[in-house]
């Protein structure tokens, strides 16, 4: 541990005391910190979402109505759903591949879409 000089003291003097007050302050909100980040957790839950720190994890398996259900009516890239799903994009791909054209259709621009769901720009056309 260095030598703390007596200008370096007084700095941390005034941070100590200002960081005092401000927990000070936030100790009466804190029960509604609290309360968000249960029912952030509780809403993430439900919906098996996956953490949104940053981490994007090789080993997470996808289920179908995470896919299905972050799709909808629009064309992915397997890169933009990956990250739409905080996955890893080979995961993604081999999803997609695991049910094309059971559940799901590449389309000739390396996007996907859900099998039935066609673009307004093209319905009635044959793939």
Same mark, same amino acid.
């Given at each position: 541990?260095?030598?703390?000089?007596?200008?370096?003291?007084?700095?941390?003097?005034?941070?100590?005391?200002?960081?005092?007050?401000?927990?000070?302050?936030?100790?009466?909100?804190?029960?509604?910190?609290?309360?968000?980040?249960?029912?952030?957790?509780?809403?993430?839950?439900?919906?098996?979402?996956?953490?949104?720190?940053?981490?994007? &994890? %090789?080993?997470?398996?996808?289920?179908?109505? =995470?896919?299905? +259900?972050?799709? #909808? $009516?629009?064309? @992915?890239?397997?890169?933009?759903?990956?990250?739409?799903?905080?996955?890893?994009?080979?995961?993604? &791909? %081999?999803?997609?591949?695991?049910?094309?054209? =059971?559940?799901? +259709?590449?389309? #000739? $621009?390396?996007? @996907?879409?859900?099998?039935?769901?066609?673009?307004?720009?093209?319905?009635?056309?044959?793939?």
């Amino acid at each position: 541990m260095q030598k703390v000089s007596t200008r370096q003291n007084a700095v941390l003097d005034v941070l100590d005391v200002q960081i005092q007050e401000l927990e000070t302050k936030l100790q009466k909100v804190q029960p509604l910190i609290d309360e968000l980040a249960n029912l952030k957790r509780a809403r993430a839950a439900l919906l098996n979402e996956r953490g949104t720190t940053g981490g994007i &994890r %090789s080993t997470t398996r996808l289920t179908m109505e =995470e896919v299905v +259900h972050t799709m #909808g $009516d629009k064309s @992915w890239t397997p890169a933009d759903l990956a990250e739409a799903l905080s996955v890893d994009v080979n995961t993604v &791909r %081999s999803h997609l591949n695991r049910y094309k054209d =059971e559940r799901y +259709h590449k389309n #000739g $621009d390396n996007t @996907w879409r859900l099998l039935g769901e066609e673009p307004e720009d093209d319905q009635g056309e044959e793939d």
